[in-house]
């Protein structure tokens, strides 16, 4: 399965991983340049010192030994007689030892201490071998210690910065997503309850960026959508109640035409005229139900039901059917089960599914339907073993006109109608329907009210 990762946590993990490599870059050219900066600053200062006691040197008239006692202050530097003798100045143990070299300051490091070393010999004085060493030595210990503190600081800042850079960032992201969360919220409301009068919900405070207008013009379409479906259900709603009429005066006339038939020819022709016409007018009816539980418009009396005496009407008005097709009827429900509902709808939804039962069922086969409680609800189960429905139909067979075989349907008079009208009940009734099928075994039907 893809991995899902919501845009927040991508932004949040995208610009926190920018931070960190901009933090390290500025601080790593930031440290670098002002170690290297102040490395040149020792290196200046040693040089400096010591060709200024280089050039007094140069102007003593006696020897080095007038330096020393003229009481001059050798911070940094020391002098040593041509051999590595040490004759006056700053001694440094460490450094004492290293050998003289002429030429540009240099690093040494002794025992894990660093130092700038500069080196340069004066010229012979007269009446003396070998001319002076002059000797600049600086640590840089305490540099390299700060810049060690400052790693060890930014090691432990870096963390700390980054953290709250992400906590902040998601915060700030999550709150400049919030319209996006409420399209979704509103985008799964209006699938999962049908609901399309839904709108998604816009703060009078909402700052009036891209998402807001997004939001806007998403509640607009949905707006046109609702106005489109609307005049759809009353398009269904007016022309079925147009149709009504004239379907119960063909039916009337045919029934008639059925009671004068003079032979066996016209009452055969009268017959298809009065079994049509039930059809239509079977279907209009349907049509008008659903419609009208559409447009929230179907007057819902709901009232105590006895679910046995229920149940008794809907097995007693289908006892023709069956027994025409040799299938056996029975009931089972639990003694006094009430259930809150319209006696009508509910009834009609019951032998709905018993005359589907019936008509794709097995001759010689049976539909049972029982009604028992189930936790704080009540359960309705229509089952037989009839013909049963295909995995790839079970989900489409709800939706309005969807017939699994329309040749075989045909024989039965159906119109794909009678599951969707079942279903519209039920929901109506704030329950819920679902079926479970076995080609050849059966189906069964499991209403939760
Ligand atoms: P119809 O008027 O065609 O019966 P329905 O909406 O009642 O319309 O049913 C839709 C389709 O589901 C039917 O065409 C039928 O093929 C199938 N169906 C419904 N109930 C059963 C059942 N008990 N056994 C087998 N197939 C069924």
Known sequence: MKKVTSIKTRITIWYTTLMFVLIVVVLSLVGGLSYQLSIDGIEKDVVLQVTQVTEKLSKMHRDVFELVDSKEEFKNVSIYEANGKYIVGQYIYDV???????????????????????????????????????RGVESVNSTMLLGRSAIIIMLILIPLILLLTALGGYYITKRAFRPVNNIIKTANSISAQKDISRRIEISPHSKEDELHHLSVTLNKMLDKIENLIMQEKQFTSDASHELRTPISVILAQGEYLLDIAEDEKEKELAQTIVDKAKQISKLVSRLLLLARIDQHRQKFNKEKVDLGV?????????????SQKEIFLFSNVSEGLMVDADETLLLSAITNLVSNGIKYGNKAGHVVISASECGDKTEIVVEDNGMGIAEEHIDKIWTRFYRVDDVRNDEYGSSGLGLAMVKSIVELHGGEITVKSTPGHGTQFRILL
């Open 310 to 322: 229920l149940i008794d009407i809907a097995v007693d008005s289908m006892r023709e059917l069956s």
């Open 96 to 134: 004492a030892n290293i050998s003289f070299e002429e030429g540009l300051p240099r690093r040494e490091s002794i025992d894990g201490k660093e130092y700038i070393v500069y080196d340069t010999k004066t010229p012979t004085p007269p009446g003396m071998r070998g001319g002076f060493w002059i």
